[in-house]
Structures are given as structure tokens and as C-alpha cells.
């Protein structure tokens, strides 16, 4: 098989390497289609902690060509359901050592010694790849697999929401109308929140409304962000009501301050957003408002519930796939991504198609 392998910053080898053998509990998968997000732009620009070679590729759906023999090993995903040859399904990426004290509470997601495959380790921009069955989670019927991919982040995405402990007659706030963002004001929506989004991008801002939300704002980077009355007051419902929900999905010092200001006395703000740099805030304002400030990484075993919320909306889901290319086409992928991000929401990768 061939494997696309980026053997250092924003340089990529087609490789040919063995397919892999089926071992007990792991499953043979011909990939189909990987979404690419703005972390695998990260890892290509050499951004990022990952190491180098690395093959890429973590938002993956294939379908099962090979399991490994039920009668020496479970062949069932970790919902119970059986997975056979044929099957389209998606991938969880995450994998964790089931030791360590996250892992010992029920928190895997952020566990001490987490790996995500295509950003630690290798992943998915390959003609197959080799996975546990537990990792593997069913595509439902009728949903197309070009859409299926977008199961990892809409999984992300809804971690952060229930994160938040949202509820219905809320009002919410949602910083970034990147992929995350809007799935996030979607979800939300669905939860009977109402949702204010915001972005410095008026394409990507009017796009929330697409997803739910109420109304957008194109923040202006050098001016003061809008207080949480004058966001209320989008609502065109009652302006008094607080903003007691805020989801920072840009990972923006400024953005996260704002967050802060903006949410109410009680309310709870989700960072999902990831950066190395600082946020300077006043730490008199979390206390006085006694905020709570939650972080949100990977997902608790959602891409199931991801890909039912895909199901659910494949027309809205389908606008986020903007950009796309062939397997032999990834060195251009990630170039738009860099020079057209503005334009730029899911870029899709097809690997098994044309071309191939």
C-alpha cells in the first residue's frame, strides 16, 4: 500500500509500505475519506509536538476489509455492536493507557499518556490502516461516508457543550465559527439553547446563522468586545436574560478574556480552543463572578453520537465540507488551507477513488 508520509515541515513522501495483518481484536481498514482540521495544518507547517515521519490523518472512514478471528478475539465495537467485512465505519483516533489516574475516574480523553493517531502517532492518509475493533464505530445507514469523517470533530465539539452543562433557555455565546464553533451552536440549538456566535470573519460569522444561531457578530480585533447586555439584546427576546454559557473555539488569549467579561455571575466558559501562547486576565474576575472555567479536550467515546447528530443535519454538515482533493493531492490540500483559510472550513481527502 501506499502511504502518505510527511518526513518533516511541509514535506510529504508517498510511501510504500506492507498492509498490515489483522491481529487479535484489531481490524483491517481500506480508507476512504479523511477530513482534514487546522491541526494536521499545524503538524504540516511543523507546528506541533508530533514527531517526524509522521503519516497524518485522525477524521477517518473507511470500510472493514478484515477481522481478526472471532474465535480468539471480540470482534464487537465498544457499544456491543458487532463489526464484520463490509462495514463503513468511523475511527476513533484516541488512544489511551487505562492506568493512570484520568483514566482511572472515566476521563480516557485526557489521559496522562494520550496519543491521537495522525498527530502522535501514524494515522490515516494511507490506502489502510490497522485499528482495535473497539475503536471502530458503525456508520448509520443513508448517511453518506464523505460526511462520516466529520464524526471525530462533531464528537470534540459536543464534548464541549456537555462540558458546559448547557440547558434548554439558556443563552450562549459561541467564540469562533470554525468547524467546532458551529457544531457547537448546532448541538446547542438542539439542546434548546439560544446561541449568539462571533467571529473576526463576516463569511464565517454569517455562516453560524446557518447553524442555529440566533445572531452573529463580526468582532473587531482592535475594538472592545461586546458586553454580555448588548449580546443579550441580539437575542430580539428579552435583554436582560445573561450569558450564562460560553464556548471559546478559537483558542485566543484576547478571545478567552472576553469570555470571561462577557459570561454572567454563575455562568460556565468551556475553553476548547488550543494555543501555546498566554492569556493575561484580572484574576479578581473569575472569583468575584465565581465562574466556572472548564477545559475541553478529545471527546468521552462521542463519535457515535456524532456521527447520529450528523445523520440528523447532513444538509448543514455537508456546507462544512468546502475543499476537495486526491490522495495524491495533499501537498495542494494543505496549501489552501494555508493560503485561503478564511474560506477554508473541512478540506476532504479522498483516498480510495479515483485516482488512487
Not at 511541509?10 to 482540521?37: D, N
Not at 462520516?148 to 458546559?164: C, D, H, N, T, Y
Not at 467579561?261 to 468575584?288: C, K
Not at 448543514?316 to 494543505?334: D, P, S, V, Y
Amino acid at each position: 500500500m501506499k502511504a502518505a508520509t510527511t518526513v518533516a515541515a511541509g514535506t510529504l513522501e508517498y510511501q510504500e509500505r506492507p498492509i498490515p495483518t489483522p491481529t487479535a481484536g484489531t481490524a483491517l481498514v481500506r480508507v476512504e475519506h479523511v477530513t482534514l482540521c487546522g491541526t494536521d495544518l499545524h503538524i504540516w507547517q511543523g507546528e506541533y509536538l508530533n514527531p517526524f515521519p509522521i503519516v497524518q490523518g485522525h477524521e477517518v472512514v473507511g470500510r472493514v476489509e478484515q477481522v481478526a478471528d472471532s474465535d480468539t478475539s471480540d470482534t464487537s465495537d465498544a457499544s456491543g455492536a458487532s463489526i464484520a467485512c463490509g462495514d463503513t465505519v468511523v475511527l476513533s483516533p484516541v488512544r489511551s493507557c487505562g492506568a493512570c489516574y484520568a483514566c482511572r475516574v472515566g476521563r480516557p480523553n485526557v489521559c496522562e499518556r494520550v496519543s491521537v493517531l495522525g498527530c502522535y502517532e501514524d494515522g490515516a492518509l494511507a490506502q489502510y490502516i490497522l485499528a482495535p475493533v473497539e475503536t471502530l464505530r458503525k456508520v448509520p445507514p443513508g448517511l453518506p461516508s464523505e460526511l462520516a469523517p466529520l464524526g471525530e470533530p462533531a464528537s470534540i465539539a459536543m464534548q464541549a457543550v456537555r462540558r458546559s452543562r448547557a440547558h434548554a433557555g439558556e443563552l450562549a455565546l459561541v467564540i469562533g465559527c470554525g468547524p467546532i464553533g458551529l457544531i457547537s451552536t448546532l448541538y446547542l440549538r438542539e439542546l434548546g439553547v439560544d446561541v449568539v456566535a462571533a467571529d473576526t470573519l463576516p463569511e464565517r460569522a454569517e455562516t453560524a446563522k446557518e447553524f442555529g444561531a440566533v445572531e452573529a457578530i463580526v468582532v473587531d480585533p482592535a475594538a472592545a468586545f461586546p458586553t454580555g447586555p448588548q449580546i443579550s439584546a441580539l437575542t430580539a427576546t428579552d435583554s436582560t436574560r445573561p450569558v450564562t454559557v460560553v464556548i471559546e473555539a478559537t483558542g485566543s488569549p484576547s478571545a478567552f478574556a472576553a469570555a470571561l467579561d462577557v459570561a454572567a455571575p454563575t455562568g460556565r466558559v468551556v475553553a476548547v480552543g488550543i494555543s501555546d501562547r498566554d492569556a493575561r486576565l484580572p484574576l479578581r474576575t473569575i472569583p468575584l463572578k465565581e465562574l466556572d472555567i472548564l477545559g475541553s479536550r478529545n471527546s468521552l467515546d462521542l463519535i457515535g453520537d456524532g456521527l447520529r447528530l450528523i445523520a440528523r443535519h447532513q444538509e448543514r454538515f455537508a456546507r462544512l465540507i468546502t475543499h476537495r482533493f486526491g490522495f495524491h493531492q495533499i501537498e495542494r490540500a494543505f496549501d489552501v488551507m494555508h493560503t485561503q483559510a478564511e474560506h477554508v472550513r473541512k478540506v476532504l481527502v479522498t483516498v480510495d477513488g479515483p485516482g488512487r
